[in-house]
């Protein structure tokens, strides 16, 4: 089983910066792809970014490229999702999820991903 806890959630103001966390614990962080999801209040839930088990592969949402980075360190358990140029539209509560021995496709579906967080608030606003 795998327990993820997301940290670095707040409140920033519009072209700003935040770096979101990613604990993984439970299970080896270099088994699993892991995905990072958001849901605004009344939206469905968006798959934003997800990284292969290797690294080597990264997807993102289109609303999100160029502007967003996801990365990880499996010698921390640890995953990162830095999120730069900020606008009012990123707010939402964002998620880690996990997917033992899954894959990170370029269609980030929350339904491949078996292992979720609690959510971490990040705001923009000015």
């Known amino acids: 089983q795998l327990q993820l806890v997301e940290s670095g959630g707040g409140l920033v103001h519009p072209g700003g910066s935040l770096r979101l966390s990613c604990a993984v614990s439970?299970?080896?962080?270099?088994?699993?792809?892991i995905g990072w999801f958001r849901q605004a209040p009344g939206k469905d839930r968006e798959g934003v970014s997800c990284?292969?088990?290797?690294?080597?592969?990264?997807n993102y949402a289109e609303s999100v490229k160029g502007r967003f980075t996801i990365s990880r360190d499996n010698a921390k358990n640890t995953v990162y999702l830095q999120m730069n140029s900020l606008k009012p539209e990123d707010t939402a509560v964002y998620s880690c999820a996990g997917a033992v021995f899954g894959q990170c496709a370029s269609s980030i579906r929350h339904s491949s991903y078996s292992y979720w967080g609690q959510g971490t608030q990040v705001t923009v606003s000015s």
């Open positions: 990284i292969s088990i290797s690294g080597a592969i990264t």
């Open positions: 439970g299970f080896t962080l270099d088994s699993s792809a």
